[in-house]
């Protein structure tokens, strides 16, 4: 539309210059000019006639300078107003080209002023818009081209049917319906020029041809597109048969592994080769998962270096066999001597005698006549293994379980070779019997660790457990318990009593010992002797001692304040003296008490000096070097000799009670003590003596030179503030 209004303008210019030049070779035709000037109105005409057919103009028109008609080329009369009305205002000018309707015809005109030199008449000339000048446009733009005047009147149209373009484009009420839309018949382009005011240019295409083009188009994509529907439904057919099925079928094929079934179905049709490929790849993934999974519950269920029942599957096993409330025999076996073998021969060959030992059992099992299929046997622990067998039928349990106990300890009483090396190991054995001890298999796996914790302590090579017996344990489970929250939050169930010691010498009281108390939740108090026993079991010592250090010291401070001046001795263990920060706690704890340490005596028994004697040494020389008194308590029933004594950072020995409690009935306490004593002087080392029950003892321990003495006869061990008053009324 846009380039055929260009097209119509461009024409309509171009008419317009033909026109302009036309008038102009005419105005200045001399000739013409002198008709005019004598109004020789047939050479006027002749010219106007002549002229007209030369450049073929429709019409040619001479008008004076009042506005009449001189002449035309119509023959018929014209209103000379309406050519003045069209031209008002450019009679003394070149005019542009104008449109007007003259006896129902369309011009376009142009008038140009005849100069002799000054104007003594109009010239107009103009072009009929007819039926060839709307062909023209027709074949120069491709539209219908129309004329209309100001109220809407058609003048001049190349269309064929008007009747409906003047509906369309005047009513908008025509418009036609296809393919479910309705759309209009004709596209229309008003164009208004400003030469032609009162006239109206519509250039107007009908749609026919390209809604027909149009339609031809969707009809065939809509072709086009349900044949690619059948297409792809035919292929999808395909590719589900093909691929889509197979892929389904590893679908379910990775459900069934999430299940933990591992066997994939072979596939039952023919595939193309990457989904063979891939099928292939899912049986492959399916075997490797099945082996490591068989792999993973392997271990999972069985001890890494020996390849038997670990300790969880043990209690499995052994509940199911329980069920079938057969009597069994339930016994632990611990390989004596073993931590000698990994500490002098290394933790290597430790781990080969466990294996050969973990081999040679289900060996034994197979020879011995047991019902072998029945037999449940697995390592519980570091060198810990249980096993349990059904009780022959027909035989006596007692019988049944001498002979069987006697059968594994006589084939296990031999030497293993391991490496170049043959290594003698015995079996230390914790015996239980099913029903009569149990029939929960982790009641009777703990009740087994009793029996053989037992067999241990009391040096038993077979060892039964006693009903009863877990019930002590639980209790020593339950203080362990009970003194854990105790240390967190010590209030008043735990507390320190001192006992003083007498200067044999000066006859005053420059020492005590401190001694630690606790009251459990019930209100009774537990014997030092077992919770202390009980803590270096659990390694709850480190804090037990490190809180009596700190109440000690504590103490010290306070008397120091009363002008009270006593050393106290601090009983202490192995594994506080072994413990890397001791000696660290305990100089910043001084530090922090204002206490000297000469004011404090660190008491540890022979035992603990014999467990790791190197370091226990240097803990002790790095003791004394601080300016700490350093005594060994309980001397006289442990490992040590005098010879050994004197290599130590010692200052003080304490005699065992043991030998004090009947000394003055007692002749070999006598010739004990007294030799204890002098020899102890002559090693520089002061003596002290503890259990002094009655003044005969204790004028004998003056009588023989000691040092120190502390007992019941001198003082219990009293509170704080107990033994301030006691001290007074002294």
Same mark, same amino acid.
């Given at each position: ?44 005409? /002749? ?91 027709? @074949? ?29 484009? +005047? ?8 393919? +479910?839309?309705? !759309? ?72 069934? +592994? ?42 999972? !269920? ?33 390989? @004596? ?88 190991? !015995? ?93 459990? /939740? ?96 240097? !803990? ?94 001198? /003082? ?15």
């Amino acid at each position: 539309m846009q380039s055929a209004e260009s097209v119509l303008i461009e024409y309509l210019s171009a008419k317009e210059q033909v026109l302009t030049t036309s008038a102009k070779v005419l105005t200045a035709d001399f000739g013409f000019k002198q008709a005019i000037a004598t109004q020789d109105v047939e050479t006027i005409q /002749s010219v106007l006639d002549n002229h007209a057919a030369r450049i073929e103009a429709d019409l040619m028109i001479l008008m004076n300078t009042n506005g009449e008609l001189v002449s035309n080329n119509l023959g018929s009369k014209i209103d000379a107003k309406m050519l003045g009305d069209a031209f008002q205002g450019n009679t003394n000018q070149q005019s542009s080209a104008q449109f007007i309707y003259l006896e129902g015809v369309l011009y376009e005109v142009i008038m140009l002023p005849i100069k002799a030199p000054h104007t003594v008449g109009y010239c107009i000339i103009g072009f009929a818009i007819n039926n060839t000048f709307l062909t023209e446009l027709k @074949r120069l733009t491709t539209l219908d081209v129309s004329f209309t005047d100001i109220d809407n009147n058609w003048i001049f149209s190349s269309a064929d049917n008007l009747q409906e373009l003047n509906a369309q484009i +005047f009513n908008s009420d025509f418009i036609a319906a296809e393919l +479910f839309v309705e !759309r209009p018949q004709y596209i229309n382009r008003l164009v208004t020029l400003n030469q032609a005011k009162n006239i109206t240019i519509i250039l107007s295409s009908s749609m026919q041809e390209i809604y027909k083009e149009f339609d031809t188009l969707v009809y065939f994509i809509v072709i086009l597109s349900l044949t690619i529907v059948v297409l792809a439904i035919i292929l999808s057919s395909w590719l589900s048969k093909n691929l889509v099925n197979p892929i389904n079928d590893l679908v379910r094929s990775t459900r069934l +592994f999430a299940k933990g079934e591992y066997e994939i179905q072979p596939l039952n049709h023919k595939v193309n080769q990457e989904v063979k490929t891939l099928h292939e790849s899912f049986e492959k993934m399916g075997s490797e998962i099945s082996l490591r999974e068989h792999k993973i519950k392997h271990q999972a !269920r069985h001890d890494k270096l020996t390849d038997l029942f670990n300790r969880q599957t043990v209690i499995e096993e052994l509940d199911v066999k329980l069920r079938s409330n057969q009597p069994r025999l339930v016994i632990a076996i611990n390989i @004596r001597g073993f931590r000698r073998i990994n500490d002098v021969l290394g933790a290597s060959i430790g781990d080969k005698v466990l294996q050969s030992f973990a081999l040679e059992l289900p060996v034994f099992l197979s020879a011995s006549n047991c019902h072998f299929e029945d037999a449940i046997y697995g390592r519980v622990g570091g060198d810990e293994f249980l096993l349990s067998i059904p009780i022959e039928q027909g035989i006596a349990e007692e019988v049944f379980t001498e002979n069987f106990i006697t059968t594994l300890i006589q084939y296990f009483d031999k030497e293993l070779s391991i490496g170049n090396l043959m290594i003698n190991t !015995r079996l230390r054995l914790g015996v239980l019997k099913v029903p009569e001890h149990g029939n929960n298999a982790e009641d009777l796996l703990r009740r087994a660790n009793i029996a053989i914790d037992a067999a241990r302590a009391e040096s038993l090579s077979v060892r039964y457990y006693q009903n009863g017996e877990e019930e002590n344990y639980l209790a020593r489970l339950k203080i362990i318990e009970e003194l854990k929250l105790v240390l967190q939050n010590p209030g008043n169930s735990l507390f320190l009593v001192y006992q003083p010691k007498l200067n044999l010498s000066t006859g005053e009281i420059d020492k005590v010992e401190a001694l630690i108390r606790w009251q459990d /939740s019930s209100g009774n108090f537990v014997s030092p002797e077992l919770f202390v026993s009980l803590a270096e079991q659990s390694g709850l010592i480190i804090s037990l001692t490190q809180w009596v250090i700190k109440e000690a010291l504590s103490q010290i401070q306070k008397w120091k304040t009363l002008d009270i001046q006593l050393k106290v001795a601090i009983n202490v263990s192995a594994q506080d003296l072994s413990h890397p920060q001791f000696i660290d706690f305990l100089l910043s704890s001084l530090s922090a008490y204002e206490v000297d340490s000469n004011q404090i005596t660190i008491e540890l028994t022979e035992r603990d000096i014999m467990q790791n004697e190197d370091l226990i040494v240097h !803990r002790l020389q790095q003791l004394k070097k601080m300016g700490t008194y350093i005594s060994v308590d309980d001397y006289g029933i442990g490992q040590s000799s005098l010879a050994k004594l004197k290599q130590l950072p010692i200052d003080e020995l304490k005699i065992d009670k043991s030998f004090i409690l009947e000394l003055n009935t007692s002749h070999q306490d006598k010739q004990i003590v007294s030799s204890t004593i002098n020899l102890g002087h002559k090693l520089g080392l002061n003596v002290v003596a503890e259990g002094v029950e009655n003044k005969e003892s204790l004028d004998l321990l003056k009588k023989y030179g000691c040092n120190h003495a502390q007992g019941y006869h001198l /003082s219990r061990p009293v509170k704080a503030n107990e033994l301030v008053t006691w001290l007074e009324s002294q």
